[in-house]
Structures are given as C-alpha cells and as structure tokens.
C-alpha cells in the first residue's frame, strides 16, 4: 500500500509538472512586449513581423552601446543618443549607408504596484512603440519588421527595438 501511495504521489507531481509546463511556453517579458506590439498592428489592420535576426542586431546595437557608455566622452548622451553613434551603428554591424532602422528604448523600470505591474508589457509596449525615437541610416527601408532586445546599458536594464519600415499611426 506505501508502494502504491508513493507511486500515485509520484504521478501527481509528474501531471501537475506537465501541466505547467505546457502552460509556460512563451512568458517572458520580451514574449509578451512582442505580442503587443503586434496586437498594435493588428488593430491597424497592418503586418508587422519580428525577425530573430533583428532581435540580434538590436542585441549587439545594445552592447556596442553598453561599451560606449564606459568611455568618458559619451557620459552626458543619453541612450538614444548612445544607440544612434556612429561608431556604435557600426560597432553592431550596421551599414548606415545602404539599411535604415527606427531605434527606440525604454528603461526596464521596477514597478512597485502589483496592479500597474499587470500591464507592464503593455505600457512598455507603447513606449517602444510611439515614445520618443531615432533614425539610423539612411537606405531604403524593408516592409515593417521589428527586433527586440533586452540588455544593460550602462548598468541599467533596457528593451531596445529596431524597426524597419514606417511607425504605426498613434491612437
């Protein structure tokens, strides 16, 4: 009988673990910040589709701008303006020349209300989305594909978002 008990145990916590798992499988801040964005569009009746290799730009723009932060000179710009560098655009493998991109940032802040906490994503969302921006380049821009990144600039957490093509009309 402990036999059976133990072995029924076992295989609550198993189907209890499954469960959970299958309900978890895209979570993530950066996950929902996404999903908004494209709800954005959605409402507008426009595509807009994230592209793993602009989340990777976007990562590398954020480190190139996370190394620059370090140097003396550039301790008075603000990110924007550390994301739009020259050396920095061509630190992460950006050809100003020939691709353009709309940069945007906002701080991964702490909330302390458990109920503005909720809506994190989406207020983060409307930041990115149609808060204060920047362009890079000046080529020719692709049908509205965006990239998301999440890192440290200056020892402070950051989401970054690189975007091709035209910015949503604001509601």
Same mark, same amino acid.
Do not use: H
């Given at each position: 009988?402990?036999?059976?008990?133990?072995?029924?145990?076992?295989? @609550?916590?198993?189907? +209890?673990?499954?469960?959970?798992?299958?309900?978890?499988?895209?979570? %993530?801040?950066? &996950?929902?910040?996404? &999903? =908004?964005?494209?709800?954005?569009?959605?409402?507008?009746?426009?595509?807009?589709?994230?592209?793993?290799?602009?989340?990777?730009?976007?990562?590398?723009?954020?480190?190139?701008?996370?190394?620059?932060?370090?140097? /003396?000179?550039?301790?008075?710009?603000? *990110?924007?303006?550390?994301?739009? &560098?020259?050396? *920095? =655009?061509?630190?992460?493998?950006? &050809?100003?020349?020939?691709?353009?991109?709309? *940069?945007?940032?906002?701080?991964?802040?702490?909330?302390? %209300?458990?109920? =503005?906490?909720?809506?994190?994503?989406? @207020? @983060?969302?409307?930041? +990115?989305?149609?808060?204060?921006?920047?362009?890079?380049? %000046?080529?020719?821009?692709?049908?509205?594909?965006?990239?998301?990144?999440?890192?440290?600039?200056?020892?402070?957490?950051?989401?970054?978002?690189?975007?091709?093509?035209? /910015?949503?009309?604001?509601?």
């Amino acid at each position: 009988m402990k036999l059976f008990k133990k072995l029924a145990a076992a295989m @609550l916590v198993a189907a +209890l673990a499954l469960t959970m798992v299958g309900c978890g499988g895209r979570n %993530s801040l950066t &996950d929902q910040i996404k &999903d =908004v964005i494209a709800d954005f569009y959605a409402m507008e009746d426009k595509d807009v589709t994230n592209k793993k290799e602009l989340d990777a730009l976007a990562a590398k723009l954020m480190a190139a701008a996370d190394k620059a932060a370090a140097k /003396p000179d550039n301790k008075d710009k603000t *990110v924007l303006e550390l994301l739009i &560098d020259k050396e *920095v =655009v061509k630190a992460a493998g950006i &050809d100003a020349a020939t691709e353009t991109y709309r *940069v945007s940032a906002v701080e991964n802040y702490k909330l302390l %209300s458990s109920t =503005v906490s909720k809506e994190k994503a989406w @207020l @983060l969302a409307v930041e +990115l989305a149609d808060g204060e921006n920047e362009i890079i380049g %000046s080529g020719n821009q692709k049908p509205n594909s965006y990239g998301l990144a999440m890192g440290k600039i200056n020892g402070k957490e950051y989401f970054v978002m690189l975007m091709n093509g035209q /910015p949503r009309d604001r509601i």
